[in-house]
DNA sequence: ATGAAAGCGCTAACAT
DNA sequence: ATGTTAGCGCTTTCAT
């Protein structure tokens, strides 16, 4: 094809055979002339590489797979590929396999729990170990999926299984102080969904903080953790008496705003608004919204980082302790000091 | 480990064998069992896949690819996993694969052409075809790529190569018309990246489109295509004379949008904005952002669809003439009639 | 340092 | 309708 020797492989491919053939040396060693701690003369690999790259050969790894019982793949188990959070999540893992030459699947799960496990089936196979975003699925499903494959968990923590989490008490903590340090409070709780483990992180960190700080914490909804829910909370969260909200996340606490401004509630004057994530669109809207950071690109890095470390050395950085990343208030425009009361 | 009898798979995995075994019958049996067109009584099949079901066996698909020369995986690759837009495509592709029980591998180019060429030779061995969005990459580096792999483009058009695009010129034209009916006489375009298909497509409904209405179109810039680069452009903007605006994408009309509103130019009162592609963030922004949609999900749906058709049946829809989908404007807040000139 | 040969888990002839 | 067998492309003993 290539105007070189005959190519065997029925799919057009060169095959290792070819490039032995061409390089006039046995298929094990081109084998080892591509392998790590292959032991071949310098001499000999020189003129294997260069029968190979004349032949434009790349090895098999499929094949290699079903020997090695490495495939030098991962999977990657997202809950909603449309939601902002996890872009970032997904192009840091992506970034980190690569770095490592491994390739990855992606797989959407919809939000459902049967659909995870099934994915998580599916992929096993072909797949050394697969990270798993926000699971749905319940502990002991996570626990049965965790016996036939290597996973690692992110923005979820579960027993004796590795994780990376990010610290959402720790940045409702922040949000609830910063806040109170301006002067608020009765800080209102636009929650998230109920079966969230980052959700009960943030009522867990703002159960504490209300505690300590002896503010009032009214908890409104539930809404859908989307814009319109924010929206749809604008009106509850100024019969609430509250004179700041914190919201489960970006998306809901831009919705937030956009109800507030549409009720004729001034930003930051008469309410302040704090959200979680810092998506993009967290810098985008007027005003610009303060958020809890939180470092996803990382965890998509640390999450694959760790999968790695279990696959290539067996080395389980403590896998009951997950690796929890710090997250950071970031203030922009939308929060201030309380009470210049209703618009004069 | 299951209790059942011993397992062979050296990975700990029922195999094929395990189940032939369990089941009294050969492996070809089992095998026959699993596929379409497998001649099998009944009942045999059943009781192979009842055997199946209690191992917990699933084929691998690794090695039934090593002989089938069919993976029954597909690549995907994007130029920048943090781009709004191409958020949808990757949902739509996984889904529409997802549906004919293909895997998807995904891989992150960053813009760089040379990335995406190593990337499609990666992946060849482990897909069965990949779809391109965007892609970077030459003409000539397009239709070599062409010839290793069976591909599909998604979003550019290239001769004698399948692709779904997107009527990104129809949208100009309908975004201009509608201004021009409006009432703006002079309308500026803050174009994309030079290199772009879409945008030299945006510029060719724009020239078009000018000429038959008879209106002026500046063209401002170039900036980064992205909300930092609209805000630059602002200022620009405002000296061109233009009533009027329409931005490469919606990020740019985004941050244009901010520009202004720092500069205390109104809009729509002073400034009309148009942008594309009507990612979320469009609806989301004050005020809302009329622009051209771009149906990204179903063109990753579609960009799926056309490679499985190539894949599965071998037919190819017409792949001189790229599939290309509709695009409408969306008209939201951020447009108007002109000329209430200068704020009094 | 290199080669021969035995598989990895599976499918596809070819038999029966 | 089912079983036997020869590989797919590769790695890994075991010889040499």
Redesign the interface.
């Known amino acids: 094809v290539r105007g070189d020797a005959a190519t065997t492989g029925?799919?057009g491919?060169a095959t290792i055979r070819d490039v032995a053939r061409a390089a006039g040396v046995s298929v094990a060693t081109v084998s080892r002339a591509y392998t790590e701690g292959g032991v071949v003369r310098d001499s000999t690999r020189e003129r294997v590489l260069e029968a190979a790259r004349r032949l434009g050969y790349?090895p098999?790894?499929?094949?290699r797979?079903?020997i090695t019982?490495r495939?030098g793949?991962i999977g990657l188990v997202v809950p909603d590929?449309?939601n902002?959070y996890f872009?970032?999540v997904?192009?840091g893992a992506?970034?980190r396999a690569?770095r490592a030459d491994y390739?990855?699947?992606?797989?959407?799960s919809q939000e459902d729990a049967r659909e995870e496990t099934g994915l998580i089936?599916?992929?096993?196979?072909?797949v050394d170990g697969v990270v798993l975003c926000s699971p749905r699925m319940s502990e002991a499903a996570l626990q049965s999926a965790a016996r036939t494959a290597t996973v690692v968990l992110l923005g979820r923590a579960a027993r004796g299984l590795p994780a990376v989490t990010l610290d959402s008490a720790d940045g409702m903590r922040q949000a609830v102080r910063r806040l109170v340090a301006l002067g608020h409070r009765r800080i209102a709780y636009v929650p998230g969904p109920r079966r969230s483990w980052s959700d009960s992180e943030r009522r867990r960190g703002l159960a504490e903080v209300a505690a300590r700080c002896g503010v009032e914490t009214p908890i409104l909804g539930p809404v859908a953790p989307r814009?319109d829910g924010g929206g749809e909370a604008a009106g509850e969260v100024v019969a609430s008496g509250a004179t700041a909200t914190v919201a489960f996340n970006d998306l809901v606490a831009?919705?937030h705003l956009?109800g507030l401004?549409a009720a004729g509630v001034r930003v930051p004057g008469e309410m302040s608004v704090v959200g979680f994530d810092d998506i993009?669109?967290a810098?985008?809207?007027?005003p610009a919204l303060t958020t809890v950071a939180m470092p996803t690109l990382a965890a998509g890095e640390a999450a694959v980082g760790v999968l790695l470390g279990r696959l290539e050395e067996g080395r389980d950085l403590a896998p009951d302790h997950p690796q929890v990343l710090p997250v950071a208030l970031v203030e922009r425009e939308s929060t201030g000091p309380p009470g210049e009361g209703r618009r004069g």
């Not at 098999?60 to 094949?63: E, I, K, S």
């Not at 390739?103 to 959407?108: E, K, L, R, S, T």
């Not at 089936?121 to 072909?126: G, L, P, R, Y």
């Open positions: 029925h799919h491919q790349r098999n790894r499929a094949a797979g079903l019982g495939t793949n590929l449309a902002p872009h970032a997904v192009k992506q970034a690569r390739a990855v699947f992606i797989a959407d089936a599916a992929m096993a196979k072909q814009f831009a919705g956009h401004a993009p669109l810098a985008m809207i007027t």
